[in-house]
């Protein structure tokens, strides 16, 4: 069998496994497809290795503390250190440079530190010159293990190399199959057969474009055009000296594409779902813990079964829009779970908080975290990433990680760098980003080494410039089809020129508004075919909508709707409150995008910046119910001193914060701090304002009612039930709502409606009834108070400001009827204007506090436009927005 073996020397990883499949092909037996390294290595010995960069690095991070670094000491601790010193000794192995032969003090450190390294290197990897030395005395092994040898996809080789070439081919025949390759001069003094072929002669076809998005596109459209034609995936290549700098474009166009497009250094790590759960555990650990961002974890992660079960178990037991950002709030969220809620009874929290808190301890656990939580790719990603940097780097060196892609690449387009193609050509290349400076690159320093140290001839023999000049004339000379092309603008706008391997070709400038003859992607036919796209349903309905907004009249998106819309009808035969009334009377659209549709505004952060003057108020009126209720279970708020409802508001206030932090997002420390005494002051000024006593007073706080929903208030002893339906008088509508305050006599005869507002005080309330339509709460709940509890009661109904100055700040409603009739017949005409098919833009369309305006057209002269339009259109439904 000895006698049948041969051995193939290839440049890279895609020149291997194109061979590999081309013999596969032709059933040859005995080849072996190598790189030189590992040909080296296999005549030295049997367990021998070339050094593995992964390795390299690792044992670089362990040695660098134990070397005296020299000038290099103070930043040998930096993050970036060990990938410089693993490419600065690779370099120096490959160029066959001894540091320590040197007097300069730097490269003395280097020394010291290499043999430090070689050291600790498992014993089977070697440096080159090592292997190369004892290659060397095995040579009378080389027709019995490795057997004759052919050099295939090489323009130059490493000076490490070369000796043992020379010597080797002494031995065994040694052919350079170069092809249309350059052919290294040093090669003419060996016994290496040299074998080449003619260039192909193709002519250069040279595109201009506006940026390196648009070169994507044009060479995805060339790929399309040839795959039409006949031309098989296999035969197309897409090429950039550099691919990371237009691998996004690449990889976006591909996936919008379809196409069959292989990425031979592979893709980023965080688009694939391994990637995109290792990224979230990191999310986790540098960010802090989460109920979303762990959720987010759990849906990708593929570690430990068991330990993932336990952990999604949680997700039933806990409130599904609580933020739960700190151990504090799952430990509080979890004590509020029945242990007979768990799925086996067993009450399991303990060990899902002992996870949490491996998670809490953020990047200096990072290992111990990845060792527990992941298993098989997303470990391998994770130890990775950690390698590369810091754990505090996460973002940055996850982002740099690249995983196959598992496209076959002997029957797809290839995407690749020129080093690569041009150690596997194929016949139809487009080569991209031939600019200045870009193809070739530019020369530059070692980071360790620079050229005043040891010069660059000396230290990179083959410096990527000259690589790229003969990748460049390598794919050129193998391709019968060759299209290149060049940026004509950066990303920033400026100008770019284009590189000198092609200035002296005519380009052919190419508008990135074109119309192509091949499109790539259904996207990008229907921008060739204007014709086709205007006839889709989707292009109909947005140039419509286009031409409506600035048109001088009303129009199916200005409100036309249906009329008797069934939706509609349905949201009508719920129950009203006095903010979806509000919106009915002062913006109709809206009130439909909200309620008939279902909008809403994003919701907030885990941890807003901020704490929202609604939220303020929320918070308020929990800690007023809690004190209301404590104190009504004690004695009576009526009867309470100043002392005692101090210290009711900060037992219920205590435990609002709380459940508001389990269950809500809060801000940063200080402004939630900020906002708890704030609300603890409010309500202290809301329950102190002196109101005259009832005969017999009871006192309610956040009392339902009209809410047939509402479950959580069973234990409360209410004056009516909360599900009694309460119908405006005059219409079909029905109403709800939670009544900030009520005192009831002991005989129901007087009853007292206070709605408190947490805002600033409007010096102009004493005027206001309903003032337009948006103060309702006063006349709305009294009118319900009466409904409840029958004819006979008297009531005021009055608001409460407390944070205005003591003794003002209360505005009762004098007649509750007159303020009642005006809003029932407002909210009839707009029910009639909404049924008959116009939903209008309202007054309150142009609030700044709009939540919904992203969704109206950002014109500055669509409101003015329109508004009066609606205004005409909705008649006496308009009026109410006067009314004081």
């Not at 990708?300 to 409130?319: M, N, Y």
């Not at 008649?875 to 009314?883: L, T």
Request: charged share 25%; net charge neutral.
């Amino acid at each position: 069998m000895s006698a049948l073996r041969r051995s193939v020397v290839v440049h890279t990883n895609l020149a291997g496994h194109m061979l590999r499949v081309q013999f596969a092909r032709r059933s040859e037996n005995g080849v072996q497809v190598l790189t030189m390294g590992q040909l080296v290595a296999r005549l030295a010995g049997g367990v021998l290795r070339p050094v593995d960069p992964d390795v390299l690095l690792e044992t670089a991070r362990e040695a660098l503390p134990a070397v005296s670094m020299g000038e290099l000491e103070p930043i040998k601790g930096l993050p970036g250190m060990p990938s410089a010193v693993a490419g600065t000794l690779d370099k120096v192995w490959r160029a066959d440079v001894w540091l320590a032969e040197f007097d300069h003090p730097r490269l003395a450190a280097l020394a010291r530190l290499e043999e430090e390294i070689v050291g600790r290197l498992p014993a089977s990897m070697r440096r080159p010159s090592e292997l190369v030395d004892l290659a060397s005395r095995r040579l009378e092994l080389a027709t019995t293990l490795i057997g004759p040898v052919e050099v295939h996809g090489h323009s130059e080789m490493s000076p490490c190399w070369r000796p043992f070439l020379t010597l080797l081919a002494e031995v065994v025949p040694v052919k350079w199959v170069a092809g249309a390759r350059h052919v290294p001069t040093w090669l003419t003094a060996t016994k290496v057969v040299v074998e080449t072929a003619k260039a192909s002669g193709a002519p250069v076809a040279v595109r201009s474009c506006a940026n390196q998005q648009h070169e994507v596109i044009e060479a995805f459209r060339w790929v399309r055009s040839l795959l039409a034609g006949g031309t098989p995936a296999s035969d197309i290549a897409i090429v950039a000296s550099s691919p990371g700098d237009y691998d996004d474009h690449v990889f976006a166009q591909a996936s919008d594409s379809a196409l069959p497009v292989h990425f031979v250094h592979g893709v980023k790590a965080v688009t694939v779902a391994d990637g995109q759960a290792v990224a979230a555990l990191g999310e986790i650990l540098l960010k802090g813990i989460s109920q979303e961002r762990l959720k987010r974890y759990l849906s990708l992660a593929k570690g430990a079964p068991a330990l993932h079960a336990l952990l999604r178990e949680w997700s039933r037991l806990v409130p599904s829009d609580a933020p739960l950002t700190t151990l504090k709030r799952w430990e509080g969220a979890f004590k509020r779970v029945d242990p007979s809620d768990w799925p086996d009874g067993h009450n399991r929290s303990a060990e899902v908080m002992d996870v949490l808190r491996l998670l809490a301890g953020g990047a200096d656990r990072a290992g111990e975290v990845g060792e527990t939580l992941l298993a098989g790719t997303q470990k391998s990603l994770w130890g990775r990433a950690l390698l590369d940097g810091p754990a505090a780097a996460l973002p940055v060196t996850l982002g740099r990680l690249r995983v196959d892609d598992g496209v076959e690449p002997a029957s797809n387009v290839l995407w690749t760098s020129a080093i690569a193609l041009a150690s596997s050509p194929r016949p139809n290349v487009w080569l991209l980003g031939l600019n200045a400076g870009s193809w070739p690159r530019r020369i530059s320093e070692d980071r360790l080494i620079p050229d005043h140290v040891l010069s660059i001839e000396r230290l990179d023999p083959l410096p990527v410039a000259d690589g790229d000049r003969r990748d460049f004339t390598t794919i050129v000379a193998s391709a019968t089809n060759v299209v290149t092309s060049f940026s004509r603008r950066d990303v920033g706008g400026r100008l770019l020129g284009r590189s000198p391997l092609i200035s002296a070709i005519k380009d052919l400038h190419l508008d990135r508004a074109r119309t192509p003859e091949h499109a790539f992607s259904e996207a990008d036919r229907l921008l060739a075919r204007t014709q086709e796209f205007a006839g889709m349903p989707i292009a109909v309905s947005g140039l419509g909508c286009w031409r409506d907004w600035y048109r001088d009249d009303l129009t199916p998106h200005d409100g036309l709707i249906a009329p008797g819309h069934e939706r509609l009808r349905k949201l009508f035969e719920r129950p009203m409150s006095a903010t979806s009334l509000k919106l009915l009377l002062r913006d109709p659209l809206r009130f439909v995008w909200r309620y008939a549709l279902g909008w809403r505004a994003p919701e907030e952060a885990d941890e807003p910046l901020s704490f929202s003057p609604l939220h303020f108020g929320n918070l308020v009126h929990a800690s007023l119910r809690g004190a209301v209720d404590q104190l009504e279970a004690a004695g009576g708020l009526a009867g309470a001193g100043r002392a005692e409802l101090s210290a009711a508001i900060d037992s219920a206030l205590a435990a609002a914060a709380s459940d508001w932090e389990s269950q809500l997002p809060i801000p940063p420390d200080v402004i939630w701090r900020d906002a708890i005494d704030g609300a603890r002051s409010v309500s202290l000024a809301a329950l102190s304002y002196s109101f005259p006593h009832l005969p017999g007073q009871r006192t309610w706080t956040e009392i339902p009612f009209g809410k047939p929903d509402i479950h959580d208030d069973g234990v409360r002893d209410l004056p009516w039930k909360r599900e009694a339906p309460v119908e405006m008088p005059g219409t079909k509508l029905r109403i709800e709502g939670l009544i900030d305050r009520l005192d009831l006599s002991e005989d129901q005869k007087n009853a007292r409606v206070i709605d408190y507002k947490t805002g600033k005080l409007n010096k102009k309330m004493s005027e206001t009834t309903i003032k337009g339509g948006s103060e309702l709460q006063r006349c709305l709940y009294a009118f319900a108070v009466k409904v409840l509890i029958g004819g006979g009661v008297a009531i005021d109904s009055a608001l409460l400001f407390p944070k205005a100055p003591e003794g003002e700040g209360l505005y009762p409603l004098d007649d509750v009827d007159a303020a009642l009739t005006k809003v029932a017949a407002a909210a009839a005409l707009a029910h009639d204007m909404l049924m008959s098919g116009f939903a209008a833009i309202g007054t309150d369309a142009k609030d700044t506090y709009n939540d919904l305006a992203l969704a109206l057209p950002a014109s500055a002269g669509y409101l003015p436009r329109k508004m009066p339009l609606a205004q005409a259109r909705l008649g006496p439904a308009a009026n109410v927005w006067s009314e004081s």
